[in-house]
Every structure is written in C-alpha cells, then in structure tokens.
C-alpha cells in the first residue's frame, strides 16, 4: 500500500544517557560525523522534551499528502505543505512547532511529489528532530493514513496536526487536557468569524463534544468554534480504523466514536491558525506573521519599525511597514515595497515599481510594475510596466511580456507565456475563468451571464461530475442555454453520460431527476441580467454540501478528460412536462376515487390565474384530474403555481389570498385525517403543523431533520417540494371534506408570522453559537439555522446571504408573533454589541 522511508536508521547511545527516555541500543559503534550530530541533535530535544516535563508519550504525525487544488498554481510545481511563508516552508513552522512542544518524534504521510519533501528534511537532524517518511500510494484519508502508521507508533498516543496550516497554539496545554480527562480524542478548536469553510464542533460542559457539523451551509453555523484538524488520540482508537480503507476522521470516524459515546472532547485554544486551503488563505497568513498575530521563528533582523531584513536595503527605495525582504534580493531605486509585502529569497524588484499586500517567492518584477494583493511564484517574471490586481496569483516560471494587465482573481499557470500589452480577463489554464461560484441557497448559485457564470465555468464544473450520469434543461434565454449545453459538454468530455430534458420549469427537472433516478440534474434559468442554476440529486431535492463544494472546486482545477472512446453520449428525453402533470393528477387522486364517483354530480371548478408556463401546466394538471378550469370569476377559487413551479397561492371563494406556508397547513391537515397520519414537509414549513399533529396524535417528518426517513416518504407523496402535486392534492381533497377552498381553508388552525431580517459585519458563528446556548431556557433545534419554542410561539433564526440574518417568529396572534420577534432582535443585537 505505501512504501516506508525511515530517515534515522542509525543509532548510537554513547552520546547521551537517555535510555529512560529513548529505546538505544545496547552495544554502538563510532558513527560517522554528520550522523552523529544529527543524532546528538534529536537526543538534545528529546532531553528538552523531559526536561519541560511531559509526562506521557507522545509521538507526532503530520497530514501532508494533499494535492491542494484550491491553491493552484502555487501548489502545482510543489506540495502545498512546502509553499513558503517567510522563506520557510509551511511544514517546517509545523516541525519547530512541535519541536517547541516537546514533540520530536514525528512521522510524515506523503502522496504528491514526496521526494520534494524528503529531500529537504532529510531525517530531520538539522531541525532537532527525527523524521520517518509514509509515501502513499493509495489515498487512505486522514484517518486510514493514520492507521497504516502503526508501526511508527508502536502503541504510543500521538498528536495529529496538518502540514498545510500556519499554527501557533500550545500544543503542550492539548496534551495535558487530553491526559487530564482521559480522552479517546481531544480535539483544539479555535473561534474564527467566517466558519463555512470549516467543519464546527459543540461543546458542552467540561469540553465534552456533541455535535459535529462538517463544512456548513449558511443555515447550519450555530457555533464559531471550528475543528483545526490538530487531534491529540489514544493508541486504543486505532482498533476502530479498518485497515488499508480510505477512512476520514471527520466523515467516519469521529461519527463511530460518538454512537458508541466515546471520551471526545473539545478544547478552545488560545493561539492563532489557518488553514492554508487557498490563495487568500496564503495571503492572509503571510500578513498575520507580518502584523505579529502568527508568531514564527523567523530569526532574521528587524531593522526599525516592523521592517525585517536579510539584504542591504537600498536607500533609494521606499519601505512601508511592515515588510520582510529575504535574502539576495535586490531593489531598484524608487521603489515602493509595502505595506505588507513578502519579498522571498533571491527575488527583485525594477526600479519604480510598487508592491504592496502582496508576496514574491523568488520572482523578478521589472521596471514601473504596479503589485497589489498578489502573489508571484518562484521564477516567475513580470514585464515593466505591467499591472497585476488583488488576487492575481502568477506560477511557477511564468512570463509576462511589457505592459500587461492582470485583473482581479486572474490566475496563470506555471511555465505560461503573456505577450506584451495583454489585458487579460481570464485565467491562464487553458484560457478558462477561475471565479468560483458560491452557493447562497442549497442547490442554486445566482450571477450574471458572462460576468459571474461564464460558459468556461461551467464547462469546467461539469467536468468536474466526472462520469455521472446528468440531466440539463433550460429556460427563458439562450444564455441559459449556453450555460446548459457548457455544462454537458464537460460532463461528456469526463465520461459521464447527458439526458437532455424538456423540462420548461424548475419543478418539472426536478421531477424529471426523480422519475429517471439521475443523480445530478441541472436547470438553468435566465431572468433578465440574472442567470440561476438549480442542482438536485436523484430524488429531485437540492444537491447537498459535499456535491456543492465539489462543483466549487472546480474553479481551480483542469478539466477532466476521457480517453476518446470513453466520451459520454447525450439522449434528449421529450414529454416530461406531461409526464409531470399527469404524475401529479394521478398521485393526488388515486386516494379520492370512491369519494369522486358518490359527489360526481357536483363539479369542482377552478381558476387559474396567468398565462405563463406554470399555468398552463397547472390547468393541464387540473383538467387531466376531472377538474374544471375556467376564466378568473369572483365565486371561484383561484390557483397559481410560483414561476419555478415548487410554491402554490390560491385566492379562495372569499377573496382570502393563502400563502404557500399555510397551504402547508392545510396539507398536513389532509394527511392526517385522510392519508396516513403523517406527512412530509420542508424544515421552514410553518409550526403550526407540528401543533396540529400533537393534537391529533400523527407525525410530522422534517426534510433534513428526518433524513432518509422523510426523504423516501416524499419520493411517494411528493406533495410539499412540488406546487403541482400540492394543488392537486388540495383540490381532491375537497371530494373527501365535500366543501369548497374557503370551507377547506377554515379547518386549518390560524397562525400569524412576524419577520425580521438584521445586517451582520461579522461573527455569524459567535451569534449562533450563544443563541443555541440557551438550550435550557428553550426548547431548540439545530437543523437549519436556529428553531426554538419560545413563550406561546415558536421562531426560526436563519443565517442568510448577503451576511444577513432572517428571524421568523409563528404565533396564535400577530401580538404574540410580533412580540417574539422584537425580543429575539434584542437579544440578537444584544449579542452582537456585546
């Protein structure tokens, strides 16, 4: 599976008495002079380590295996663990951290160009420490890697820590914590005020955790605590890890521990961290080492004023602190260098040129350049008088002719060639955009054609399906078409096999995704300036998070390809806006058959109201069920679907306009008096239904609540995720109750919402974090954002795009609905000044 690289073969005990502390070898021979320093140098640490008096055993393993795509192109021509900050490899601050800490004996899993790594660290005897190398040669994951170090660990507890973080917490205080509660994993945890990107841990009392939430939407941080991936864990774990299988820590492991309630606890540690997971990741710890906010040991002069300094300084130039200048590096005159700049070892700067927020490793920027906010790879060079903008980052050897442009989040690969006066617009791959998209709502990313989605983009996002099956359908304008047919060309060119679908609607691709068990469906829709993509899975509900990061990630990857004979077909599939209307008349009125032949005398009408595609599905839907349709009166209820088809409003006999939420209600009251006593229904359907079913003894499942459960309920009656299936099954079900839409609609318990929405600058983890604190005081639930049963109501706290927060508060009153609300925005507000 791997091939093992022990880097310190060779001992000898005749240097130093530590056998209490290190297993030598009772007889030695005279080593050689360089091994023998390297060996003097480890015994040195290992006494340091007894010295500061840890008190267990403890060895070290380091995660540095990953590709690192999300950081390309830097970690193109090197392993992302070997990326410089301050002229030092990430992995090297990681090794004199854990040398700090007492930790010398440490192991290294690797997988992308290992002998990059080996070659620099050798055994590790000139950093004080002892290094054995695990080269992978197949992905294990974090967890599985770990267990096929056994050997190195010879029944030791042992630290794991990633070689791709810039870190500089006390380790030795998770140490004592984990031996103090005899943990099975202690986990350090650290407050960060933008949490999507990492997975969160709860705590309770004493650091006991209780709830993982890995890499969250919007709508589940309920914490700012985050999981760094640093783990202190006993030897016993490594029985729960199968052996040669890919296992995460994460995804499998720690969900293992937590069923079978094992010691897993959480500690908050002071200190700072990052993940080094993308370029802005990069240069954002780049600059924190800079400020003083990550402490590194970088030893190199500080001249005055927060300015470091390892070359002559040329005065001609102008210094802006703070600023590092490595070695060997040379600056013309006139020259501004920062504030915060990074400029690396052996790198140059022309006369003139300006570089400021921005890090050089080894790069040569020629005359009147303007730097701001970038990042320039080793070898790289920059033409006089060319322009590079926040977030451009140039590889490894790349070169930039005289004068160009490089705009904001333009990326070039390595060994690329710019001619001179480009103003470039996209990245440099292979003339691909890399703006990666964000998904604001579950399943839907929103921008403008051309701007925000590119044909590029989604080229390259269905590549990224690699071999799937996939349906595509569009509407309103060919930009959406464009985007469609962009994207099943990369779903082709990765293997994967493309239905083509009519679906005019998003409710009807949807159904189409259910009925033909596609796992990915797209639809795409242009609104005016606006395109949005809807993703769902093989049940026709939104793609979930993992499936979403991965169409992310594409925006920093190549395309995939398949071998020529291996290129995915397409099949157009017609009909499935018809097949959708009649699957709902039939589902919605196979229960109502005996009831419609004892009333057949008395006919249902309806209006539908608009003429778009939605209503005219709706009227073939209702026609096809027996129904009537007929123009807009006054006496006749009237029905319209939402324009992606999922939401329903009907304007009853009375004039009364019911929204789709209390349409919810009505349908909940439905099943349970005439289904099956349960029903399925969105997480923000209205509580109201939950009420109901208490009073009626049946149930209500939750999407993302209830799992599985409610998710293979809905694929039976899918009534709540399709405004179709639920016009018609509220329509039939006026053959059971014998009454109209009005009479139906005064059944339903009233309820009356109050909706507030606030601004957020910054720590939306922090907010919900002390808000799902009051647990004891409220009945709360952690799904989707924050819902809680306060006084006579009930309220749903939602964190949203754009950095706002959405608070909906349900009451019998709209005094008790309005009054929720005004005193959870205090107490938010509260919150956020305190």
């Known amino acids: 599976m791997r091939e093992k690289i022990d880097m310190a073969a060779t001992d000898c005990g005749s240097c130093l008495q530590m056998r209490n502390k290190l297993p030598l070898p009772e007889t030695c021979t005279t080593p050689e002079p360089s091994i023998f320093s390297s060996y003097l140098s480890r015994c040195k640490a290992a006494a340091s380590a007894a010295s500061d008096g840890m008190g267990v055993s403890m060895k070290a393993i380091i995660l540095a295996g990953g590709y690192g795509t999300r950081l390309h192109p830097i970690s193109l021509a090197l392993p992302k663990p070997m990326a410089a900050l301050m002229d030092k490899p990430l992995l090297e601050h990681i090794i004199l951290l854990l040398k700090k800490n007492g930790l010398t004996d440490i192991c290294m ?12 660290f050798q055994d590790g005897g000139s950093f004080g420490v002892h290094i054995t190398a695990h080269i992978e040669s197949t992905p294990l994951g974090t967890a599985g890697g770990i267990k096929d170090c056994k050997d190195f660990l010879a029944g030791d507890d042992f630290l794991v820590i990633s070689g791709d973080a810039a870190c500089d917490m006390d380790l030795k205080k998770l140490i004592d914590f984990h031996v103090q509660k005899d943990a099975d994993v202690t986990i350090a945890l650290s407050k960060t005020k933008k949490p999507l990107e990492y997975g969160l841990v709860m705590t309770g009392d004493g650091g006991r955790v209780e709830q993982f939430i890995e890499k969250p939407s919007r709508d589940r941080v309920y914490t700012d605590h985050v999981n760094t991936g640093i783990y202190v864990l006993s ?43 993308s370029c802005l990741s990069y240069l954002r710890a780049n600059f924190d080492a800079l400020s003083g906010n990550l402490r590194l040991q970088v030893n190199e002069t500080e001249n005055h004023n927060r300015i470091w300094a390892k070359s002559e300084l040329n005065k001609q130039a102008v210094y802006k602190p703070p600023c590092y200048i490595g070695e060997g590096v040379k600056i013309g ?26 890090v050089l490793d080894g790069a040569i920027i020629d005359e009147t350049c303007r730097l701001s906010g970038s990042i320039v790879c080793k070898g790289a060079r920059i033409g006089s008088g060319t322009q590079l903008m926040e977030g451009s980052v140039i590889g490894e050897a790349a070169v930039l002719g005289t004068g160009c442009m490089v705009p904001e989040g333009v990326r070039i690969w390595p060994n690329k060639q710019v001619p001179a006066g480009t103003k470039l617009k996209t990245s440099l791959i292979s003339g691909m955009p890399r703006t990666g998209p964000m998904f604001e709502v579950r399943g839907i990313i929103k921008g403008e054609p051309g701007i925000e989605l590119t044909p590029e983009l989604c080229l390259s996002m269905g590549s990224a399906v690699s071999g799937k099956d996939v349906g595509i359908a569009f509407s309103g304008g060919d930009y959406a078409r464009i985007l469609a047919e962009c994207f099943s060309c990369g779903v082709s060119s990765s293997g994967g096999q493309v239905f083509r679908l009519d679906a005019p609607i998003a409710a009807t691709a949807s159904f189409a995704s259910r009925l033909y068990r596609l796992p990915l469906t ?21 793609i979930n998070r993992e499936t979403e990061r991965k169409l992310e990630s594409a925006s ?27 699957s709902a008349s039939a589902c919605a009125m196979h229960r109502a058959e005996a009831e419609k032949k004892a009333w057949q005398k008395k006919s249902i009408r309806f209006s539908v109201s608009g003429r778009c595609l939605p209503a005219r599905l709706l009227r073939s839907a ?34 009364m306009v019911w929204d789709h939420g209390k349409l919810l209600t009505a349908l909940a009251l439905v099943e349970f008096e005439h289904g099956e006593g349960k029903t399925v229904l969105p997480y923000f359907a209205p509580a109201a239904a939950d009420v109901l079913a208490a009073k009626l003894g049946c149930r209500v499942l939750r999407l993302d609540r209830d799992g599985t459960q409610a998710e293979d309920e809905l694929l039976k009656h899918p009534y ?103 005193k959870l925005e205090k107490q938010v507000k509260d919150i956020l000044n305190s």
Not at 253 to 264: A, G, H, V
Request: glycine share 10%.
């Open 622 to 655: 209702l026609t096809g069920a027996g129904f009537t349709v007929c123009p807009t009166g006054s006496d006749l209820a009237a029905l319209e679907l939402s324009s992606d088809g999922f939401s329903l409003t009907v304007k009853d006999e009375n004039g």
């Open 720 to 822: 709540s995720s399709d405004g179709l299936y639920l016009a018609l099954r509220l329509a039939s079900s006026l053959f059971f109750y014998k009454s109209s839409f009005s009479e139906l609609m005064a059944r339903v318990p009233s309820f009356f919402t109050a909706r507030r929405e606030i601004k957020l600058k910054y720590d939306r983890g922090r907010l919900m974090r002390e808000l799902a604190g009051y647990h004891d005081e409220y009945s709360a639930e952690l799904v989707s954002g924050l819902k809680i049963k306060i006084g006579k109501g009930h309220a749903h706290i939602l964190p949203k795009g754009g950095s706002l927060l959405s608070i909906k508060a349900e009451g019998a009153t709209e005094e008790i609905a309005e009054e929720i609300c005004v």
């Open 333 to 358: 005159n006139g020259a501004v260098i920062g504030p915060f700049a990074v400029i690396g070892s052996g790198s140059s700067v022309g006369k003139g040129s300006l570089v400021r927020g921005s």
């Open 235 to 277: 030897n016993r774990i490594l029985d729960e890890i199968p052996d040669n299988t890919p296992y995460d820590f994460a995804r499998d492991l720690f969900p293992k521990l937590m069923m079978q309630k094992r010691k897993i606890f959480g500690l908050l540690c002071k200190g700072y961290w990052c993940d080094i997971g």
């Open 522 to 542: 797209l639809f795409a829709e242009q609104s005016g300036k606006t395109v949005t993509l809807r993703f769902f899975n093989e049940k026709g509900l939104p």
């Open 109 to 120: 899993t690797l997988r992308y160009l290992p002998k990059v790594v080996t070659d620099y």
């Open 556 to 582: 920093v990857t190549e395309i995939l390809r398949a071998d020529s004979d291996a290129a995915g077909s397409l099949t157009t599939i017609t009909g499935t806006a018809q097949a959708h209307c009649a």
